[in-house]
């Protein structure tokens, strides 16, 4: 069993940044699967379906076209954390986030179908 807790949600205004964080906890959950494993964030807006933010796999990374060169997306195997710094914030951004990982399952990195367990949501608010 793995549990994922993200936090670092809030209301910001447009031109802001924030940085999310999704530990990862478990009996069999080490550092070294960790490192391995791919891990996501995905997003959920009012009335729309889930979408795939940004990915990371070992020191591969991957993210949406809407997100390209305003996110980053980290990990730190020690604290089995991965990260999401938010910069530039838009109104459209506003969404729960949610951070995801990919263990028994395989594929693309930007389907959540490919993803075995999620974390509770964050809930990010940004005002025009």
């Known amino acids: 069993q793995v549990q994922l807790v993200e936090s670092g949600g809030g209301l910001v205004q447009a031109g802001d940044s924030l940085r999310l964080s999704c530990a990862a906890s478990?009996?069999?959950?080490?550092?070294?699967?960790?490192?391995?494993?791919?891990m996501g964030w995905f997003r959920q807006a009012p009335g729309k379906e889930r979408e795939f933010v940004a990915a990371?796999?070992?020191?591969?990374?991957s993210y949406a076209d809407s997100v390209k060169g305003r996110f980053t997306i980290s990990s730190d195997s020690v604290k089995n954390t991965v990260y999401l710094q938010m910069n530039s914030l838009k109104p459209q951004d506003t969404a729960v986030y949610y951070c995801?990982?990919?263990?028994?399952?395989?594929?693309?990195?930007?389907?959540?179908?490919?993803?075995?367990?999620w974390g509770q949501g964050t809930q990010v608010t940004v005002s025009s």
């Open positions: 478990g009996r069999t959950f080490s550092s070294y699967i960790f490192s391995t494993v791919p």
């Open positions: 990371i796999r070992g020191s591969d990374t």
């Open positions: 995801a990982v990919q263990i028994y399952n395989s594929g693309r990195l930007d389907l959540a179908r490919n993803y075995d367990y």
